[in-house]
């Protein structure tokens, strides 16, 4: 929960959490002022901390060292930075300390979000995987408001599980896939994120050891990391997440949890296949290490997808498997379950409880309703992501030849390699082009700056959009390529 | 999180925990050893830990000894439990350790919500203050779908602080109270609950100290004390919580927060005057301590209802205000609020990512409306409720003429006292009776039995419900009457 009193935070990790900052009017050593001022009143940056050198942090920003001396400067007239011989540039200690809000506790510094909080006109944010509503959702809606409304305006109490009827069709739903399952093994959640976040509540307290995917989704690290909890990452294969490192880490380290995205991974789109799910799944019975399985791009398919890997988990096996509508169908239901053994799933609606008592009706008979087409949802996105994958494929593969990827098997996103070249200047350059980047560094837990040729870029857009999306980057890398990876201030102000 | 590994409970504790366990079929020794028995198996009680002497047990369930040795020694027959001479009856070390759900962290045990868990036909359960839903919420619902949801289903991106239109009709709504707010102060949460659950997670850590009213509301003295907070209660006068007892609270302790429910108290039902809520808002200026309004009941009025705590508080002052719908409009809608100085309300919307991202959309765009006719709202409601108190007041001064109620101000409950005897014993009558009341003793962070005379009565009910909820209550207390705090088998069995 606390912010980092007397680190130090490298050059490029100062660049992630300053974002869009050269957007908006006045010369650009105060915008940068404005920002870091701003980051500072925020509780990110904190009082005590060193801020990097003025040619780091000009190298990483691509702008010039005057214009971060400048910037420096008048922080330093209005006493919020102090500099001393030796020591550095540091947030001054008079800055009134404010309370953290956790959100850098990570390590990370995650700023995949950030573009929520900072609507930018004309700018293409792809911090999230967001694909437009299918029309079966607003059938369903109109029929729940049709048919089911007084039923639930009759509804008499909270269900911190979900709403019976939604949980037996859940439970209904994995019967139909392989997998029998009871309601009680059923908790509802306020989207596949608050799913994770119970079931990291139970099993991890500060210093737990738990294995996640290298890369790794960075919405999912950051909330485990926020519990305190110690990453063991792994790498992954096209199979899933690699076993022969599984079984390493949980021979060395005796996690408390496995967490792994088989269907699909995010960022890289990969596909979890049936002989890895089967792996882990007599791994978590013979050692007793329980595995959450966070399945919010399931049906999202561009080949086949094989049931759950709870389905392939021997008896005595601990497998939580984690789902969502919010990709197949509407990012704007926000309804997600957890699957567990029932005895888990009681202690997890607890949890549920302390969190928010429990989910909305209206959304929940929404969700029965989807339920009952869910095939018919999924062949549609599916069918809409292989069109849009072939096109941005295309498109790429025209303007920008030098880039490296693999074609995912299911998901909303590219995992581009671009060979030679750090992603987060890339990423700096593309804010100016208007496009906001999410760099691969901030999918990892590693903190060595691995992946730093990579970064995640969603597909699932609409033609047009795609089409201003990728002349945006080209543009980007013409420039970078022109450049290189310091560029004196009139490019930047060029934008 | 970790259940508690060497102490043991009381016999009051065990009992509240035991909730309706004498329900079902079989002798009644079984099912108190089953009831127990499922306890363990959810890591509600914990390997190690000690539980009461027969003899203290059977009082506190109002049974008789033979019973619970019979309950005991089917348990130490299968390994269990453990007896060793002088040091009582434990529940074996030989028992799987389980994930403790961190349900009991608080030290209350709080059974308030149990009943969510295990729906039992026939029991009227008053763990939580329902009320009906108004037919203004399936208005506002049917005018969503008419007329918003094209635009609700093309939102691309999620929003944690809250649909912008919402956020602005919640910022409007307040200006008409005379507490001018701007959109950033406000996010949405999904229910008050969250609200609270997300400022504590910023304000509190292990170890801080929290003044809360003493009684309190036991929601949310579970979600603090799960977070490791250590409480000061401070008792309430007519005014609201006392002004004195706070200040010395301040001095002594340095509270990181003051938790109260200024309109209206729960379970007391009083109204905070203004005098109070000036007093409270001068002196988190002038000790820099941040106040969290919790006024889930705000507009459930039987008198009249002055501006939130918030339009009181001088310049300087940290007051957070937190609201719902749930109670004035419909319990299903799961849409709440908090008000905060905008950039508390920034951190706080960043811990509302790491919870669930963003809440529902179709939710908040009914809440947009649903704002459009508060007034109606409240003003429906506040009818309901004065001719649900008066109704249920009449019923109880003719049936149970020695209990003990002070007219609320607000709200759905009564606080009763029952003069001379320990509502824990009535509470296990109740039971029988087929009423699930939740103990006064639970309403407290306190830990000595303060409140033992009291219990909470939720009123709002129709007036069948009522008169049958009076009717059982009537019939426990006079058995209560008859057979003294400890019955014999034969009563037990006559339910």
């Known amino acids: ?95 009134a300390p404010v309370r953290s809000d956790g959100w850098t506790a990570s390590g990370n510094g995650n700023p995949m979000y950030r573009n929520l909080f900072q609507r930018e006109e004309g700018l293409i944010s792809t911090a999230c995987l967001s694909t437009p509503a299918l029309p079966g959702v607003e059938e369903a809606i109109r029929e729940v408001v049709a048919e089911d409304l007084p039923a639930l305006m009759a509804e008499g109490s909270y269900h911190p599980s979900g709403l019976p009827a939604l949980r037996q069709a859940i439970a209904d739903h994995y019967g139909g896939r392989g997998l029998p399952t009871t309601p009680d093994q059923i908790v509802v959640t306020n989207g596949a994120h608050q799913a994770v976040n119970l079931v990291s509540q139970l099993y991890l307290r500060k210093g737990s050891p738990v294995v996640v995917e290298d890369p790794g989704f960075a919405g999912c690290l950051d909330l485990m990391g926020d519990r305190g909890a110690r990453f063991v990452p792994v790498p992954l294969d096209d199979q899933g997440i690699d076993g022969t490192g599984v079984r390493r880490a949980v021979a060395e380290h005796a996690p408390h949890l496995i967490y792994t995205m088989p269907s699909y991974h995010n960022p890289t789109g990969t596909m979890m296949s049936v002989a890895r799910r089967r792996e882990l799944g007599e791994l978590s019975a013979r050692h007793g290490v329980p595995v959450l399985e966070d399945s919010a791009y399931t049906g999202m398919r561009v080949a086949d997808e094989p049931p759950p890997l709870a389905a392939f988990a021997p008896r005595g096996a601990e497998v939580i498997t984690v789902e969502s509508l919010s990709k197949i169908g509407w990012a704007g239901l926000r309804v997600g379950w957890l699957r567990a053994p029932a005895e888990m799933a009681l202690r997890l609606s607890r949890r549920k409880v302390l969190a928010d008592l429990a989910g909305p009706l209206l959304d929940q008979a929404v969700t029965v309703r989807l339920l009952g087409r869910y095939d ?77 040729e990579c970064f995640r870029l969603p597909f699932a857009y609409e033609r047009a959009t795609q089409e201003e999306l990728v002349w945006r980057l080209a543009r980007a890398w013409r420039e970078l390529d022109r450049y290189g990876p310091v560029a004196e201030e009139p490019v930047r102000l060029v934008v």
Chains 1, 2 share one sequence.
Do not use: F, N
């Open 1 to 95: 929960m606390e912010g980092k009193m007397d680190s130090s935070r490298s050059a490029a990790e100062i660049a992630d959490l300053l974002g869009a900052w050269p957007r908006g009017g006045g010369p650009l050593y105060r915008r940068l002022a404005d920002t870091l001022r701003e980051l500072i009143d925020q509780g990110t940056l904190t009082p005590g901390e060193r801020l990097p050198s003025e040619r780091a942090l000009a190298a990483a920003l691509r702008i010039s060292r005057t214009t971060v001396v400048s910037a420096y400067d008048s922080l330093r007239s209005t006493g919020i930075l102090d500099s001393r011989q030796g020591s550095g540039t540091r947030i001054s200690s008079r800055v």
């Open 376 to 452: 018919e949802l999924s062949r549609q996105r599916s069918d809409m992501l292989r069109e849009a994958l072939d096109h941005m494929e295309e498109l790429l593969r025209e303007a920008l030849p030098s880039w490296e990827w693999k074609r995912p098997d299911g998901g909303a996103a590219l995992w581009v390699r671009l060979p030679g070249v750090d992603a987060r200047a890339y990423v700096q350059v593309a804010l100016c082009h208007d496009v906001d980047l999410v760099p691969g560094a901030i999918m990892s837990a590693h903190t060595d700056g691995r992946h730093s």
